[in-house]
Structures are given as C-alpha cells and as structure tokens.
C-alpha cells in the first residue's frame, strides 16, 4: 500500500501556496498602483493649491507696490499684512513667506529679522526671471519643503517677486497612513482568500482522495469493481475513466489468463508428446514379456501358475509408465502433499532417462541428499526437472553429458542440473526466464519452459536460478523445508 502525500508536497498545499502567490502579487501591484497614484494627486492637490495661493496674493501685493512707488501708502506696511494673510491660511500652513524687489532684496518676510537681506540663491533669480509660477522642493530648517514662487510682473515690467513654503511633512503623513490602511485592507484580503481557498482546495482534493483509495483497493490479482461517479466536472470524468479502464483491464486480464493457461497446457503437452518414445520403448520391453509368457502357457497350461505373477507384476510396470504420462499431461494448480525426497529423486530420473532415450547423451544422478519429507506437488517438480533434462539435452545437440544431482544445503533441498554443453551467453543470462523467449530454432521452442518451471517453483516457496559455471549451464532449484505453506 502506497504512503501517504505528505500535507507538504499535497496538491491542497500547492494549490493554496499558488493562489496565495497570486493574491499577493495582485494585492502588491494594486497596491503600489493605488499609493503612487494617491501620492502623485496629493502632490498635484498641493501644487495647484499653492500655485492658486501665491498667483491670487501677487496681484494685491503689485498693486501694494506701484501705491508705494506712487507714494499712495507708506512702505511696507501693506506687503507685511498680505505675508501675515499668507502664514494665516490654515489649509496649507506656510512655514514662510516672503516678498522681494526685482534685485531680490526682502522687502517683507514671515521673519522681520530678515528684512532688508539681499537673497541672490539660484532659486530667487529663477523666480525673478520666470514668466509663470516655479515649483521646486528643497530642504529648509531641516525639513523638505515645497517652495512656490511666481514673479511679480506685469506687462514685462518687473517689481520683484513673491515665494512661499508649503511643508511637505502632512503629505507624508497622509502617504504613510494610505500605504498603512493598503496593507491593512491587502492582509485582510489575503487572509480571507487564504480561508477561501483553503475550502476550494479541501473540496477540489476530496474527490480525489476518495478516487485514490478506491485505487488502493485495486490489486494485481483481483480488478475490484468501482462504480461511476455522478459529478459532472472534470474529477467526475477522470472517476468514470478509471471505472472504464478497470473494466478493460479486467477483460483483457481474463483473456491473457485464459491464453497463459492454453500455452502453459499446451507446453505439458509438448513435453510429454518429447517422452512417447521413451515410453514406447519402456512399455515394448513389458509388453514382449507378457507375450512370451502368454505363448508359454498357451502351449503348456499347465505352466499358468509360473507365468501369471510375471504378467502381473509387467502390467503393472506398464501401468505405472502410463500414469506418470498421465500425471505429465495434467494441468491444475499446485497441490502440496508429503513426497519423500528419495521416490521423487528416482521417479524424476527415470523420466527424464525415457525423455532422452533417443538422443545420444549420458545422464547420471548423484544423490547426496539424505532421505526426508517435502511438502511438494510432485508431478509439478517431476515436471520442471524433465524441462531442465530435455533443455540440456538439446543443447549438447547430440553428445555430451548431463548430471542431476540432489543435496541438502541451508535448510533447502537442492536439485542441480549441470551439462557440458556451450552453456548460456552472459547476455542472454537475465532473459532466459522472460515468456517467449527462447535461443532454439522455430519450430524447437516455444520459450516458456523456463517460465512455466520458475512460477511452479515460486509457488512452492523456492527458487530457480542458473549458476555461475565454467563449462556448460548449470540449473538449481531450492525447495525449503521449513516453509511448508510458503506460496
């Protein structure tokens, strides 16, 4: 059963991290978007503000000085009540205000100790030669400060000029307390979408969830059935999809069952039809007996009861091949029952000897196991003993020697099947075992012994494998003794 996704690496996580992502990301763009843009029209507010204040004051204040000039009003007098008029507009709180002459000399100021000073800064002379109002920022007293100034002129004659400062500090503190209430309101957002999204993630994950554990339920052995879904959004189809791969699977698992089964069958088939001439042979011998005795007694009567127990006892060697033939050709599962490890040995030899009756090598046993109990299908294990014997004998292609040897090692019983053929290529050594695949000629092998012989054993507990060897190939198969119920 497959682990669970980790709430780290969960599609929920990823999805809400994505979404979060984006939420962020707009919530800073719109953000930025917004403050620059309040900031830029608190700016202009303040601009055109202070732009209105000094062009509506210059009038009064030209007037102020041509009066002078003409000696109507006394000098100053009226110049210090507009730059008081100035200081006094709570709107835009000036932190100065001053009127100079067109050599820049202060006739009023904000501060009466400055009057009378000669100002000959960059910004003044822009401002006495400028035809319209000049905006500029600068640092005064240690704070930024807008500074507006618009020429006193009229008609291109020139009387001097008016400056004011407008503190820059309240625009700052409005600025500050947008961009604090932006990062409240995008907080507040991001952390509602965060709930939002939790549940979209939540409700987009269970079905899936649900739709996994249903697959967990599906094993290789048995295809369980699941039933369609009603949603009709994509998750719906993926379910019904699912459903409709299972039952193709599952028909496609029946026919593949059905066709392993025709080729295992017809593999048993092969190799018993590979032993009728052995057995002809084995049964000719018997069957030559009893003809002689039959034609004793047919002359001599009275000879029956010499001759009857020899006919018994060939009959029943007769019978005894004809079952092992039998057993051979059988299909079914495997049926473990006691089978001394001794008969098994001989039986297996005494096949495997009829099997290559016709063929001119030589097989030997050596049998060094002690005699004990296994918990086998015997005809199953005669089976794969006769696969390895007829493969070896095909391999020496005519002579050669072939060695079936049985021992007890590691709490296995052990069943060896050397020859001295050319032996398998290392190449060819990890696909030996794979169904249909064969190094006979067509028409010589159908390449499923070997399979058929590895899954007999697997379902006995054991293992079949081929041995390192110098000269020839080498086959070993264990049988366990102590797992008995081993599947």
């Known amino acids: 059963m497959s682990s669970p996704v980790s709430p780290v690496y969960s599609l929920r996580t990823?999805?809400?991290?994505?979404?979060?992502?984006?939420?962020?990301?707009?919530?800073?763009?719109?953000?930025?978007?917004?403050?620059?843009?309040?900031?830029?029209?608190?700016?202009?507010?303040?601009?055109?503000?202070?732009?209105?204040?000094?062009?509506?004051?210059?009038?009064?204040?030209?007037?102020?000085?041509?009066?002078?000039?003409?000696?109507?009003?006394?000098?100053?007098?009226?110049?210090?009540n507009f730059v008081i008029d100035i200081m006094e507009n709570r709107q835009l709180t000036p932190?100065?205000?001053?009127?100079?002459?067109?050599?820049?000399?202060?006739?009023?100021?904000?501060?009466?100790?400055?009057?009378g000073e000669i100002l000959t800064d960059d910004l003044t002379r822009n401002v006495l030669s400028a035809s319209s109002v000049v905006l500029q920022r600068q640092q005064w007293q240690e704070q930024l400060i807008l500074d507006v100034g618009s020429p006193l002129a009229i008609h291109g004659k020139r009387w001097g000029s008016l400056r004011v400062g407008l503190p820059l500090a309240p625009l700052e503190t409005q600025l500050q307390a947008l961009a604090w209430r932006i990062f409240s309101f995008s907080s507040l957002f991001a952390f509602c979408a965060l709930g939002i999204f939790f549940i979209?993630?939540?409700?987009?994950?269970?079905?899936?969830?649900?739709?996994?554990?249903?697959?967990?339920?599906?094993?290789?052995?048995?295809?369980t059935k699941i039933t369609a879904s009603d949603r009709r959004d994509e998750l719906?189809?993926?379910?019904?999809?699912?459903?409709?791969?299972?039952?193709?699977?599952?028909?496609?698992?029946?026919e593949r069952d059905k066709s392993v089964q025709q080729l295992l069958e017809n593999e048993r088939l092969v190799t018993a039809g590979r032993i009728v001439s052995g057995v002809a042979h084995e049964i000719n011998n018997p069957l030559a007996g009893i003809h002689t005795a039959l034609f004793t007694i047919a002359k001599k009567p009275e000879s029956l009861d010499r001759y009857l127990p020899y006919i018994q006892n060939?009959?029943?060697?007769?019978?005894?091949?004809?079952?092992q033939l039998l057993d051979l050709s059988r299909s079914g599962e495997v049926v473990k029952t006691p089978?001394?490890?001794?008969?098994?040995?001989?039986?297996?030899?005494?096949?495997c000897q009829m099997a290559v009756k016709d063929k001119q090598v030589d097989l030997h046993l050596s049998d060094s196991a002690p005699q004990t109990t296994l918990a086998c299908d015997a005809r199953k294990i005669q089976q794969v003993i006769l696969n390895l014997v007829i493969n070896a004998a095909d391999a020496l292609d005519g002579t050669g020697?072939?060695?079936?040897?049985?021992?007890?090692?590691?709490g296995d019983f052990c069943y060896r099947v050397a020859d001295t053929g050319p032996g398998v290529p290392g190449h060819l050594k990890e696909q030996i075992f794979t169904p249909f695949f064969t190094t006979k000629a067509a028409g010589k092998g159908t390449g499923i012994g070997l399979a058929f012989s590895l899954n007999t054993i697997e379902k006995h507990g054991g293992s079949l494998r081929l041995l390192d060897s110098e000269k020839g190939a080498c086959f070993e198969i264990r049988l366990p003794l102590n797992r008995q119920d081993s599947k």
């Open 14 to 80: 990823k999805f809400m991290l994505f979404a979060c992502g984006l939420v962020i990301l707009f919530s800073i763009s719109w953000g930025s978007w917004t403050w620059f843009h309040e900031r830029q029209m608190l700016q202009n507010r303040l601009e055109d503000a202070g732009t209105v204040l000094v062009s509506s004051m210059a009038i009064p204040i030209i007037n102020a000085l041509v009066y002078e000039e003409l000696g109507l009003v006394a000098e100053g007098g009226l110049l210090d």
């Open 95 to 115: 932190v100065y205000a001053v009127v100079t002459d067109s050599g820049g000399k202060i006739l009023a100021h904000s501060q009466l100790n400055r009057f």
């Open 200 to 223: 979209a993630g939540t409700q987009l994950v269970q079905p899936l969830r649900k739709l996994a554990g249903v697959m967990e339920q599906v094993d290789g052995d048995q295809l």
């Open 236 to 254: 719906g189809l993926l379910h019904n999809s699912f459903s409709r791969m299972l039952k193709r699977l599952r028909k496609s698992e029946k």
């Open 314 to 323: 060939e009959v029943e060697r007769i019978s005894g091949i004809v079952t």
């Open 339 to 351: 089978t001394d490890s001794r008969a098994l040995t001989e039986e297996s030899l005494r096949i």
């Open 401 to 410: 020697e072939i060695r079936l040897t049985s021992a007890l090692e590691g």
